[in-house]
């Protein structure tokens, strides 16, 4: 759940009886002495920010006034983790090929010795058997694109490390998935749902596509709202899609598209279609008889570098960014704004129904992450002789497992067990 740091904080406390002047004067020559020692001591001891960058004063703000317990988790910064991963590509069989860079050929393994760090508090790992022993009997779905299916092949990896995750169930190109714990009876089902919203998709998973997406703005996708109600947590993400050459849908006529010349159709824009089909979801959520506790977690920013997924782009950074150091792409400024005004638009109209409606922001702990990606090592040894004349396409969106995406289920599990 996110906090606003500043009600957390207690100001300090006043001294006000003339009688006492002389144990108030003992009292602030000892804070002083006090506030100079804590001083001293985190500038020893805390991983300096970047000089000049925005964050270097909030950071300090954190550290002097958040408590130990209550504070921002999604604001912070990676630090080193000499104690590596919680699990290894080797231990976990749920790791998906292209997100298995260390099987894939990936030699530098630095990417896999940070944690994410809140200012002014810390996150605990993920708990296996306290997680299943609190979501006993229960139902969970993530529903989004393949970053929520990135998301759950690394929330499995954790919990399989206590009990072993049954699988139950598989549409036919194993995109939607259900998994059973059967000594919890905790069930865990992944939805493909892109768009949120109906589409018509005719994209193969290499991205070449016969025709344009057709979506339907105005129709949420049945492939979750048809068991919503069987849920009792439930993890909602989309965004990259939308990015796609798409002909919108209203009303069952065509109203306009993005990025589809030569159609004689009105441009709105994928923001546009982002919104319409945010503002759908949010408000079935809202309407709905059925109050699950339901996670929204925001945009994921790529890193692609001198060009994109099809023309060359690479990510080649083997370190995490300094907080403040990339400040994102306009697109990623334009989809995050988006969300967050739907998120909180909902919020804000959902709070006195008993709507559980939280936000997972995962975006700053990603943008931070440049080295977390597959890159080249989305395919098994890339660089093989015999594929030196083929082309080499990067992945600086998806995550390698384990890696940054971890920590996610880190934050995810405090914001759960917090609402119990």
């Not at 994928?270 to 408000?283: G, P, Q, W």
């Not at 880190?410 to 917090?418: A, E, R, S």
């Amino acid at each position: 759940m996110v906090k606003d740091v500043r009600s957390d904080c207690e100001p300090w406390p006043t001294v006000s009886r003339k009688s006492n002047q002389i144990w108030l004067k003992l009292f602030v020559s000892a804070l002083v002495v006090g506030v100079s020692f804590r001083l001293l001591f985190l500038r020893s001891s805390a991983v300096l920010p970047v000089a000049g960058t925005p964050s270097a004063a909030k950071k300090t703000e954190f550290l002097l006034n958040a408590t130990s317990e209550k504070c921002d988790i999604f604001t912070g910064e990676w630090v080193p983790s000499p104690s590596g991963p919680p699990y290894t590509n080797e231990s976990c069989r749920f790791i998906e090929d292209p997100q298995n860079c260390l099987k894939n050929g990936r030699t530098d393994t630095g990417y896999l010795y940070w944690r994410w760090k809140p200012y002014g508090c810390s996150v605990l790992p993920f708990d296996g058997a306290k997680f299943l022993d609190a979501m006993q009997n229960k139902a969970w779905a993530l529903i989004g694109d393949s970053i929520l299916r990135n998301h759950v092949q690394s929330l499995i990896c954790l919990l399989s490390k206590v009990e072993e995750a049954v699988e139950v169930y598989h549409d036919k190109d194993f995109k939607s998935r259900r998994w059973h714990f059967p000594s919890h009876n905790f069930t865990l089902s992944l939805v493909w749902a892109p768009f949120l919203v109906k589409a018509e998709i005719f994209e193969n998973d290499d991205g070449q596509s016969d025709s344009e997406i057709q979506l339907h703005l105005d129709t949420l996708d049945a492939k979750w709202t048809d068991d919503y109600h069987d849920f009792d947590y439930i993890v909602i993400s989309a965004g990259q899609w939308f990015l796609k050459t798409a002909i919108y849908w209203e009303n069952r006529r065509v109203v306009g598209c993005h990025y589809c010349p030569g159609k004689n159709l009105t441009e709105l824009g994928f923001d546009h279609a982002y919104r319409t089909s945010l503002r759908k979801l949010f408000d079935h959520i809202l309407q709905s008889d059925h109050k699950p506790l339901v996670i929204y977690r925001t945009w994921t920013p790529d890193h692609f570098e001198n060009g994109e997924w099809f023309s060359g782009g690479t990510c080649n950074r083997t370190k995490p960014y300094a907080a403040g150091e990339f400040a994102g792409r306009d697109v990623d400024h334009l989809m995050r704004k988006t969300e967050l005004d739907e998120f909180w638009r909902a919020k804000r109209k959902g709070s006195a129904d008993g709507i559980r409606l939280e936000l997972l922001d995962t975006y700053e702990l990603s943008l931070q992450r440049p080295d977390g990606h597959p890159g080249p090592y989305r395919t098994f040894h890339p660089f093989d002789r015999e594929k030196k004349n083929a082309g080499v396409q990067n992945d600086c969106l998806h995550w390698c497992l384990p890696g940054p995406i971890d920590a996610w289920n880190d934050l995810l599990m405090k914001m759960v067990i917090d609402d119990l």
